[in-house]
């Protein structure tokens, strides 16, 4: 990639050099004429969708590629018949992929294990017969809640194939955060492990989810993975070793798909928002399927030889979208790997890229922070030419991380693909594709068949430069359909402020430049990145405020140079208790208890007040000001 071709524009940054790609990406790349195809997708909206769509298998196809006469509940290829599995494995064993590797995975231990597409598909069988032995039906939620194994992607699969509705819970949650989502699904059934590995240590996911079954009334039946040996309870009648049922004669290899409708339910995966409880948003078997795969195709330009390596964990919405769906449906091989970036040596990664020859990587700014600490000396012990695609994800990269990670890794020959999107977007949304020339920090432009803008609170376009609110103009077939069980939470959150124009309300801020480039700039909601996960201050304050002397709290996030942002907490003891180090230590445990470790707090802040509004609400804005040191501006409406 040549650099500084010509010295581009960023708000803030008028030094900003702009990347151009080198003449063998655009030679390779699939797509060459952005522009013509943008125009295209704008002006033909559903005709671009209907085409793409046409290139997956269906068992029927639609009447209709957009039912939008119950806005914002938009419906996409109505009439359609499909299952994701019809595209992400059946079609593949008909064919010659049916002997190609799907997964290839690796845990930090250094056990690995490969899949090829007919493997995958005899384990989805047998696991999808498991369930439907366990009366799991059409429509059903079932929870997992397990490390970054290959029983995962199946697990997944093995719902979708039979039509029922997964709820994947990350790992890295803990007991309360795990049964508020399985009570919210009413899940019947929870899928498990004894627990995972990481950094040399065993942790636990049995004994947690033991924990919340205390708790979750409608779970009757536990299928726990055998991964690590470590002794764990179980209680009859309701626990069984997956191993043990896959080896009775239930778990046949065969097993039908079933034909669901395009808009049947695929999965719903929570989400932190402003308050409450985490959403469960709901995505669909047509939609995401098409959107998916056209993402990944045209974004990552994906070939037939590629080795993708995706290094999100199942449990977020990367995981979902391009580490099990998307790969998949293209009829990738792809990398999986279990465990930490710099476990055992900060060379982890790029042992594996050199051993698998990884052609495309995509991880988060967070991980690139972490590994350019170690210095370059790490991947520089390594053959990293088999590289020929970068990605990122998850917060806004910092241009210092974007040109090392360009320069270091990308060895000045790979574009970086700085994706913005959501998990309510279901994939890409903003940008480039490898024939963009890029900006370090900017996620470009729009993906096909969208209209950004960054608007103000009326709607009005701001001026170029100027900070707004970045909005969606018109439905997508990625998109999240509703929240699970609350249809008008959806509406009141994403749709209500712009109604009048039917726009979608991101919940970021955002600037665009004079190229027609977006900067995202964070979030504008309670909603904290920490390491690229999203949690929400309201789940972390109820963390706090179940510990016996807390009475009230308030959660911010603060810049990190590592992690994004970390997490500062305010809290209020209860009459008579004093705040102190252990205290200190104490309630940081206990949210680590609750939550997870990712959630655990980086500070917390003893108050004997803490700012509220005359209606009660804390200001939040008020401590984030404090906090970083800056003027705290209007505070008229502050109680005394
Ligand atoms: O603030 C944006 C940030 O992550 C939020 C969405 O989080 P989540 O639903 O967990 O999905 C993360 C993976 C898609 C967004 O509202 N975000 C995501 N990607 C980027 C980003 N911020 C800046 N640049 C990105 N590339």
């Not at 119950?70 to 996409?76: E, I, L, R, Y």
């Not at 210095?375 to 695609?389: A, I, M, N």
């Not at 027609?516 to 309201?538: E, M, P």
């Not at 405020?545 to 308030?554: I, Q, R």
């Amino acid at each position: 990639m040549d650099e500084h071709k010509k010295k581009g524009s960023s708000p803030g940054d008028s030094q900003c050099l702009v990347y151009k790609p080198t003449a063998s990406v655009i030679e390779g790349a699939t797509l060459k004429e952005y522009e013509v195809l943008y125009q295209r997708s704008i002006s033909d909206r559903l005709g671009f969708w209907a085409e793409e769509a046409q290139k997956l298998e269906w068992f029927k196809g639609w009447d209709r590629v957009l039912d939008d006469s119950n806005k914002p509940f938009f419906k996409w290829f109505v009439g359609g018949k499909t299952n994701i599995v019809l595209n992400a494995i059946d079609r593949h064993v008909l064919t010659w992929r049916r002997n190609k590797l799907a997964l290839i995975w690796e845990a930090e231990t250094g056990e690995s294990r490969t899949y090829s597409y007919h493997a995958l598909n005899r384990e989805v069988c047998k696991f999808a017969n498991i369930l439907k032995s366990m009366g799991v039906k059409k429509g059903e939620v079932v929870t997992l809640y397990l490390p970054q194994i290959p029983e995962l992607t199946i697990a997944m699969l093995a719902c979708a194939k039979i039509g029922a509705v997964h709820s994947v819970v990350f790992g890295g949650f803990s007991v309360e955060a795990l049964a508020t989502r399985i009570r919210d699904a009413s899940s019947r059934v929870v899928v498990t492990a004894d627990g995972g590995f990481r950094r040399g240590k065993t942790f636990e996911l049995k004994s947690i989810v033991n924990e919340a079954l205390k708790d979750s009334p409608t779970v009757e039946v536990c299928i726990t993975v055998k991964r690590t040996g470590q002794p764990v309870s179980m209680e009859a009648d309701r626990d069984f070793w997956l191993h043990e049922l896959m080896a009775l004669p239930i778990a046949s290899m065969k097993c039908e798909t079933e034909v669901m409708d395009a808009e049947d339910p695929l999965f719903i995966l929570y989400t932190s928002g402003t308050t409450g409880k985490p959403k469960g948003l709901l995505h669909t078997h047509g939609g995401y399927s098409v959107y998916t795969a056209t993402t990944l195709k045209y974004v990552f330009d994906l070939k037939e030889e590629d080795r993708y390596w995706c290094t999100a964990d199942p449990g977020w919405i990367t995981g979902h979208s391009y580490l099990v769906y998307g790969p998949l449906i293209n009829g990738a091989t792809q990398v999986m790997y279990e465990g930490a970036p710099n476990h055992p040596y900060p060379n982890r990664w790029w042992q594996i890229i050199e051993k698998y020859g990884v052609t495309i990587l995509y991880t988060s700014p967070t991980a690139i922070r972490g590994l350019m600490r170690f210095g370059e000396q790490w991947p520089k012990r390594h053959d990293l030419s088999s590289l020929r695609l970068l990605g990122s994800v998850g917060e806004p990269i910092n241009p210092e991380a974007w040109r090392w990670y360009h320069r270091v890794i990308g060895g000045e020959r790979c574009p970086i693909m700085d994706t913005w999107w959501q998990t309510e977007t279901g994939g890409f949304v903003i940008t480039p594709l490898p024939i963009s020339p890029l900006k370090p920090g900017s996620a470009t432009r729009p993906f096909f068949g969208h209209e950004v803008a960054v608007v103000d609170d009326q709607g009005a376009q701001v001026p170029v430069g100027s900070e707004g609110n970045l909005v969606l103009k018109a439905p997508w077939p990625g998109m999240a359909r509703t929240i699970w069980g609350d249809p008008e939470r959806y509406k009141e959150t994403y749709w209500k402020t712009y109604e009048k124009q039917g726009w979608y309300k991101a919940g970021d801020s955002a600037r665009m430049d004079e190229d027609g480039y977006f900067w995202i700039i964070g979030r504008t909601d309670d909603v904290i990145k920490v390491s690229g996960h999203r949690l929400g201050t309201a789940e972390i304050e109820s963390a706090l405020v179940s510990h016996a002397d807390v009475a009230e709290a308030a959660v911010i996030g603060v810049p990190h140079e590592l992690k994004g942002h970390a997490i500062h907490c305010f809290v209020l003891l209860k009459h008579g208790r004093t705040g102190g180090k252990e205290l200190e230590e104490q309630l940081k445990e206990h949210v680590s208890h609750q939550m997870g470790s990712l959630a655990r707090p980086e500070k917390i802040e003893f108050m004997s007040v803490l700012p509220k509004t005359r209606s009660g609400k804390i200001m939040r804005r008020v401590l984030r000001a404090r906090a970083l040191g800056q003027d705290v501006g209007d505070t008229s409406t502050l109680e005394e």
